[in-house]
Structure formats: C-alpha cells, structure tokens
C-alpha cells in the first residue's frame, strides 16, 4: 500500500517536474546566447547545483522536524527553521563567492591557452555573477522549500515525496533566471 501512495503522489510530481525543466532548458539557451561568454557556462551548473542542494537540504531536516513533531507545518518563531535558514544561506553564499572565484580562474586560463574566442570576464565580473544571482536564488528556493513542506504537510501528502524533486527543479529555473537578470542589468 505504500508503494501505492508513493506512486500516486510522485507521478504528478514528476509530470511537473519535467515540464519546468523543458521550460528551464529554453531559458539556459536564450540567457547563454545573450551572454555569449564561455565563464558563464563555467559557473551556471554550478550555481543552480549550489541551489537545488540547498534547498533539498533545508527541505529534508524541515520535513524530518515536521514528522518528529519539533514544528508544526505554521509560519512561527521556531528557532531550528531559523538557525538552519540562516546556517544554510550563509554556506551557499560562501559557495558563491568560491564559484565566481573559480570561474575566474577557469575562464582565465582558457583565454591563456587560446581555447576561447570570447571575451573574458574580470573577477569582479565572476564575484558579482555568482553572488547575486546565488544570493537570490538561495533566499527564493529556501523559502519555497519550506512552503512546499509546510503545505504538503497539512494536505496530508509525505513532503520527502515532493520536496525534493520540486525543489532541485525550481531552484534551476530560478537559479537561470537570475544569471539572466544579473548578465542583464550588470554585465552586458
């Protein structure tokens, strides 16, 4: 019977899932086409892996807290939501910051040995790429983990069937659109 409430509950999941991505997919080419430069396609899976590993993860012990009782699937003052929410973002910022570094480091190198004809990017270029376009992904997947939790919850739905193939999904849409933003109105 379990297998069976398992399915049910996936498999519109599933559907969803595979149709944001589609969606995500067009999006990734139109903003590397706009950006038309190699450090963006160096630091984008990167970015939106960073995401969908945080909010999975914010998902997983918020959804562990609901089951074992320490919260209740309701926007209150609970201390373990914050502590992990905060504790969460600051690693992924710090991520960012290694990403732009590294994307840096990656794109210099390409341009070095010739392996580039576009134009490089500095590494303030990098830091900016990464942290703005992380921060607000981070900020928004976290908090639509906890949404997806909370209201699957009290729908009376196992929230380890929908948060985490929910949350990795939307978190590369969101995380592509922000690089898109951020190319937009800063870099290009």
Request: proline content about 3%; overall charge neutral; hydrophobic content about 55%.
């Amino acid at each position: 019977m379990e297998v069976k409430r398992i399915l049910w509950e996936s498999l519109p999941t599933l559907m969803l899932v595979t149709i944001i991505s589609v969606f995500a997919g067009f999006l990734l080419n139109s903003a590397l086409s706009i950006g038309n430069v190699v450090g963006i396609l160096i630091i984008t899976p990167a970015i939106i892996g960073t995401g969908g590993d945080i909010g999975t993860s914010f998902g997983a012990r918020i959804t562990t807290q609901l089951h074992s009782g320490l919260i209740e699937p309701r926007f209150r003052r609970y201390r373990l939501v914050y502590v992990n929410f905060i504790a969460l973002l600051a690693c992924g910022i710090l991520v960012s910051v290694l990403i732009g570094f590294t994307g840096y480091g990656v794109g210099a190198l390409l341009e070095y040995y010739n392996l580039t004809t576009s134009p490089g990017l500095s590494l303030g270029d990098y830091l900016l790429i990464a942290l703005a376009a992380g921060t607000i992904e981070y900020l928004a997947i976290l908090v639509i983990s906890l949404l997806i939790a909370f209201i699957s919850f009290r729908r009376g739905l196992d929230p380890d069937n929908l948060v985490a193939p929910l949350v990795t999904t939307i978190a590369d849409l969101i995380g592509i659109a922000a690089i898109f933003l951020i190319l937009h109105l800063a870099i290009i």
